[in-house]
RNA sequence: GGUUCGGUAGCUCAGUUGGAUAGAGCAACAGAUUUCUAAUCUGUGGGUCAAGGGUUCGAAUCCCUUCCGGAUCACCA
């Protein structure tokens, strides 16, 4: 029995009794009590007045006497202006730690049988992961192992940009300059040759545009008439006409992209179950499009644009299909969102993508509303804010963009510098500590970044999150790594570990308290998709451990039924570290 | 300008359906330790919750106005 319950049924009884009425439950309000006052939890009696009729302190002294006297859970209770502390036996907590250090993969929800997808990372093929697209991993990813927690199938899936103008940038400044190079000739990771020269191209241009305004032709119409941009849409249309030689150096360069996303992927310890290809679903949402400009949801241009007309919904008209019949953006996230939904029987769908795309997703849903699917309401765009550097926004125009690879690089040299200074793993297989490093480094990173907000815009200082105290991933991995070293001296030991009736200690009921709170966040960031709420709730947790542990040094305890207790509670509290710490994705390897 | 999301300690961030004296970490200062791993723990200082008004027993939280900042308002994706 949860507390909460308890208050709930009990207050309702005690009200029916003395007032002799049934109220609305929801005037029932209870909150954990305060650390000042002495109780678990507490009774608000202010909602409760109209029924009572009296003062606050008289309506709560009369409903704790009713309860104190109507449970034997109840140890005491007192009362503070209009709250009603109310403090639970030594039994009562007793039974809930039982049932938790019982419980079989405690935390994790029953299955409800819904099937979401998580659609995130959605690279360009042009350019490296940077800092941006880390957030977006992350926040993916442990949303996905969040909603796993609460009992759903979950599909994790990418669509990646891998067509349009911006790799035929690339492709075109890799055929003029390029001399041949490959990953293999030079040892550049994929992805970085390949953005290598989309940054080339970028040059060119700008030396063109340059070059043209030098001979007296206004700027704007530079930038559209540059040669080396010509040249690149030209190679655009060749593309889609299926041109041979233009398509296989797109598949090359591609190939070569994907090789270096794999290894970023796995650095972050990221995969997926499907990924799409925007090449190979450009072409939905056309008969979608058709299909509504036959109903007349849809209205037609004279130039044969189809739009969509949302004015009388605060928004704009909305281009969906161009003059000449070809798609855009819209037009495909329609068809696809149209296919999802069908092959895989979607529950909901979830869209990790920046804060910049908040109207293209108030309009796809609008417009698939219009269309009379129901199921767009089940579409949620999990909407983030930018990445900053202390110094400011990234730009790469000036350079100071955080390549992803370079950081993993570097979250993992600095784990490495401080683990061994430390000195303790003199003992450990070589390979086992590269392990090590690894997910420390990742782990620093992993919670910095999660534990914020997602709306929020938010700056990311390499400095602090490698930081291994406080409010940290490496934190949490630490304390984790102590309990289990605990836990493996006292098997060691011979002693036993099991729940028994003593008498708990303040802290040691506040631990069962958070123990017991654990599947009700994870169903309460569930339904938010925010992983953040579970980060903290590791912190407090693992913060919770360390006093306990500072202040009763579990195996120098005497008394044989305490210890085995306190084995107990702390063999438990490593359960459901575990079980956060996985949902976050900062798990260590197992011998740490 | 329209739409939208933010503004909480010097810095980075929490803050539950509106509840009691607004919390962590970092940084600063002062302490603790016969421990399993000190990557720890305790304490001190630090706040006009952007500003003003409203709703009510009660507001960082809800409503209105203003100020500041981000994002967006393409036949780009």
Redesign the pocket.
């Known amino acids: 029995m949860n507390p909460e319950n308890f208050i709930f049924e009990k207050a309702q009884e005690a009200i029916a009794a003395i007032y002799n009425t049934n109220i609305d439950s929801?005037l029932i309000?209870?909150?954990?009590?305060?650390k000042?006052?002495e109780?678990d939890i507490?009774l608000?009696t202010?909602?409760l007045l109209k029924v009572s009729k009296k003062s606050p302190e008289a309506t709560a002294q009369e409903v704790g006497e009713y309860i104190k006297q109507h449970s034997n859970s109840v140890e005491s209770f007192n009362v503070?202006?209009?709250?009603l502390?109310i403090k639970f036996s030594t039994g009562f907590w007793q039974n809930i730690f039982s049932d938790i250090y019982n419980a079989n993969n405690f935390g994790q929800l029953p299955p409800s049988g819904k099937t979401i997808m998580v659609e995130f990372s959605s690279p360009?093929t042009n350019k490296p992961l940077h800092l941006g697209h880390i957030r977006n991993n992350l926040l993916g990813w442990s949303v996905a192992r969040l909603l796993e927690a609460n009992g759903h199938n979950v599909m994790r899936v990418n669509l990646v940009?891998d067509?349009?103008?911006h790799i035929c940038k690339s492709m075109l400044a890799w055929q003029k300059m390029g001399n041949g190079e490959t990953p293999s000739s030079t040892g550049i990771k994929g992805d970085h040759l390949v953005g290598k020269y989309y940054v080339a191209f970028n040059d060119e241009l700008k030396k063109q545009i340059k070059e043209l305004t030098a001979k007296g032709m206004p700027n704007d119409e530079a930038e559209k008439q540059a040669p080396i941009l010509k040249e690149a849409q030209a190679m655009l249309l060749k593309w889609e006409q299926g041109d041979k030689e233009v398509v296989d150096l797109w598949k090359k360069m591609n190939g070569w992209v994907y090789e270096g996303f794999d290894k970023t992927y796995k650095s972050l310890g990221i995969s997926f179950d499907r990924t799409y290809y925007?090449s190979q679903t450009y072409l939905l949402g056309k008969a979608l499009v058709n299909e509504g400009l036959k109903r007349g949801i849809f209205e037609q241009?004279d130039?044969g644009?189809v739009w969509c007309d949302l004015t009388a919904d605060?928004l704009?008209k909305k281009?969906l299909l161009?003059?000449?019949g070809t798609s855009?953006?819209m037009t495909q996230d329609l068809g696809t969102a149209h296919q999802r939904f069908n092959t895989y029987k979607l529950d909901e769908h979830i869209y990790v993508v920046g804060?910049?795309?908040?109207?293209?997703f108030q309009v796809l849903k609008l417009v698939l509303k219009k269309l009379g699917f129901n199921w767009a309401d089940s579409i949620y765009h999990l909407s983030y804010?930018?990445v900053e550097l202390?110094e400011g926004?990234m730009k790469s125009r000036e350079g100071t963009v955080v390549d992803a690879d370079d950081l993993v690089q570097d979250m993992y040299s600095t784990a490495k510098e401080?683990?061994l200074a430390?000195g303790?793993?003199d003992d450990m297989p070589t390979n086992e500590q590269e392990k090590l490093f690894e997910m420390?480094g990742l782990g620093a990173l992993k919670y910095f970044i999660i534990?914020?907000?997602p709306?929020?815009?938010?700056?990311f200082?390499p400095k602090?999150s490698i930081?291994?105290?406080?409010?940290?991933g490496?934190?949490i991995?630490?304390t984790h790594?102590?309990i289990k070293?605990?836990l493996k001296?006292a098997v060691d030991q011979g002693v036993k570990k099991e729940v028994v009736s003593a008498e708990l200690l303040p802290k040691e009921i506040e631990i069962i308290k958070l123990l017991n709170n654990f599947p009700i966040k994870i169903k309460?960031a569930g339904i938010d998709h925010s992983p953040?709420?579970i980060s903290?709730y590791a912190?407090d947790l693992a913060?919770e451990f360390?006093?306990y542990?500072?202040d009763t040094?579990?195996?120098?305890e005497e008394n044989v039924a305490v210890k085995a207790n306190r084995l107990a509670l702390i063999e438990t509290i490593a359960k459901v570290l575990t079980k956060a710490m996985g949902i976050l994705g900062i798990s260590l390897p197992e011998r740490?």
Do not use: C, W
């Not at 709306?455 to 700056?459: F, G, L, S, W």
């Not at 040094?553 to 120098?556: D, H, N, W």
């Open positions: 929801k309000q209870t909150q954990a009590t305060r000042e006052f109780g507490t608000v202010f909602p503070v202006k209009g709250f502390n360009n940009n067509r349009g103008i925007e241009h130039d644009s605060g704009d281009l161009r003059g000449d855009v953006y804060n910049e795309q908040n109207y293209h804010g930018m202390p926004k401080t683990s430390l303790r793993l420390i534990k914020v907000d709306k929020k815009t938010m700056v200082d602090e930081d291994f105290n406080g409010n940290t490496p934190f991995q630490y790594a102590r070293s605990i001296k309460e953040a709420v903290s912190y913060k360390s006093q542990y500072h040094s579990i195996l120098k740490m």
